[in-house]
């Protein structure tokens, strides 16, 4: 199964719509149209802010002395006052020292100042800091995934039933797992080295499924599968007349193709002929064997079960269900 065709299962469709979002959120409230403060006070402000907004008061107060503005001035820079102040003291700059004291002795008078932990001045956001943040909200983004694909998971038997009835592709699934397996072994034949089942039942219009095939030491050899090849009638759910069993060869150059009929197709002179340019027409009968060779792998096909439609159209013209069993062996070549 390719990238694309994984994209499509509603379940991954789903998570990754959802990741998607919550980025393109985050990009859009950040980056291009981000919160825009107007009027906010000091204290909100970056601490590297804060200390020039705090020089500024100090150099008005050099000039115009105006104790009352100073205290009112340096007050709204809430808690953080004390350790931008004290910032300032220990390094005044191009400031006046003189200036800077008597600043103090107003905002902080004797008794009543606040003086930070030694050593202490404001803190600003470190590279490790911002790697932290981005950190925690990249493991938020992935924990919402994670849980929207469990209860996705966990609802989706609900959500895919009407009036409490599975789906056609969900009872297909439960078919198919309900099928018992040929032993070949107990045959007295060789275990084959890939074996699957797949079920049709009516209403699955979009039915494909493929396998890969693999050697015992995971080498990929090729891949098999069952399609749709042709319907019968008009109007939903399709009325499937036919169907393509094929086998790709990673040591061959074409796939092998052979084309299962319902016994309407398969009398049918016009639908009979048509079909053969696909492949060698097989009429479906319950219990039948259709083999597949490629030049290094052989398929048998077992047809397990089938029951035909009832409707409108003629009799044994499209299929109800019907359930296949795959079996691949490796070629043995002389020499």
Known sequence: MNILEYIKRPVVAAVLAGVAGILLGLIWGWGIQPVKWKDA?????HVGYQE???????DSYGINGDTALALKRYQVLGSNGPAVLLTIQRNPGEQNPATIINFSSIVQ??????????????????????????GVIAFGVIVVAVVGYGLFRF???????????????????RLSRQ???TDYTGRGQETPIAQFVTTYVLGDDLFDDSF????????????????????????????????????????????????LMSSHAFNDVATFQRLEA?????????????????????????????????GALPDSSFFERVTLELAVWPKITAG
């Not at 006070?41 to 402000?45: I, N, Q």
């Not at 609802?155 to 699934?173: D, F, N, Y």
Request: with cysteine.
């Open 52 to 58: 020039e907004y705090l020089r500024m008061a100090i």
């Open 179 to 181: 099928t018992e397996l």
């Open 155 to 173: 609802l989706r038997p609900m959500l895919g039933r009407s009036g409490g009835e599975a789906t056609p592709a969900q009872q297909a699934r």
């Open 278 to 310: 696909k492949g060698e027409p097989i009429l479906v009968e319950r219990g039948k064997r259709v083999v597949l060779e490629t030049a290094a792998l052989q398929l048998v096909a077992t047809i397990s079960d089938v029951e035909y439609g009832r």
């Open 212 to 259: 890969g095939i693999d050697s015992a030491s995971g080498e990929f050899l090729g891949e098999c599968g069952i399609g749709i090849s042709e319907t019968i009638g008009v109007g939903d759910p399709k009325k499937v007349t036919a169907f393509e069993v094929w086998m790709f060869d990673k040591n061959d150059i074409q796939t092998v193709t052979k084309v």
């Open 109 to 134: 008078p004797a008794g009543g100042v606040v003086i930070p932990t030694p050593g202490e001045t404001p803190t600003k956001p470190t590279t490790g800091n911002l790697l932290v943040i981005y």
């Open 41 to 45: 006070p000091p204290s909100m402000l």
